[in-house]
Structure formats: C-alpha cells, structure tokens
C-alpha cells in the first residue's frame, strides 16, 4: 500500500483544483485517498424556528455535502485510485483534525480559499488552522494564476 493522503473538500473552485492537483502531481494507483467534507451546523440562535425546521435544513445541508463529496469521488473514481468518503458536521477545524485523528493519513490536503487579510484575521482558516495543529503533513493548494 502507498500514501494514505486527506483531501478536505467543499463546493469551492479552490477545493476543486486541491483534488485535481493531488491526482495529477501526487497520487497514484497503489495510494489511496479520503475525501472528508465538513458541513455547518444549523444556526438557530437568535430564530424562533420550529424544530422541524431546523431538521429540514439539517437534512438539506446533509443532502448537499452528500452531493459534494458524490462529484468529487467521481473525479478520484475515475484515475483508479481507491477512495473513501467521510463526512462530518461542526466547526471545520475541529471536525477537519477530527478525521485526521480517525483516519491518520500520510498528508493533509486542502485548497487554499484566498481570504483577505481581515477575514483571515478576525476568521482565521481552516488551511492555518490545518497546518499548526494536524499531526501530518499540510499541503495547501492555491488555484494558478490567470
């Protein structure tokens, strides 16, 4: 068996092009690959929604990581590389180390998001936040310039 590599994922072009680079410079057949998506938690402080609510927009934001993490399989699917998917709800920091404790790989993948320098700031990122605490290697991935 090869690399273990974890490729964080969500619907952004930057994740995107962080699993295109991966299958094109870093993996190959005898790798195999984890796809891990972190979806938001329903946000209910402050509303005065009916539980059902907030279980309908649960199952939707299940339904679209499902659907995130479905296309970007697709894409390791068809390189022949073994895949798994995982999925998890919370904070994407915390719940992106999470799978890295679960499922050690032997490098941490994910697309860099370009914030500014405020967002990143006052927000920080999931990449920082990645690359001080993962226990693994970091590879962060910028989109190429145009």
């Not at 209910?44 to 499902?66: L, N, S």
């Not at 995130?68 to 999925?87: A, N, Q, T, Y």
């Not at 790989?105 to 700031?121: A, C, E, F, N, Q």
């Amino acid at each position: 068996m090869g690399k273990a590599l974890m490729i964080a994922v969500d619907d952004s072009e930057s994740s995107a092009y962080a699993v295109k680079f991966t299958l094109e410079n870093l993996a190959s057949s005898d790798d195999a690959i984890t796809l891990v998506h972190v979806r938001s938690e329903v946000d209910v402080e402050g509303f005065y929604g009916t539980p059902d609510w907030v279980a309908e927009m649960d199952h939707k934001f299940e339904e679209r990581a499902r659907g995130i993490l479905s296309r970007m399989k697709e894409i390791v699917d068809g390189h022949k590389i073994p895949c798994m998917i995982v999925s998890k709800k919370g904070d994407a920091r915390e719940k992106l180390l999470e799978a890295v404790n679960e499922f050690p790989p032997t490098m941490l993948i994910l697309g860099s998001r370009g914030l500014g320098m405020v967002k990143r700031t006052f927000l920080g990122s999931v990449s920082d936040y990645a690359a001080q605490h993962a226990e693994c290697p970091v590879l962060i991935v910028k989109l190429p310039h145009p």
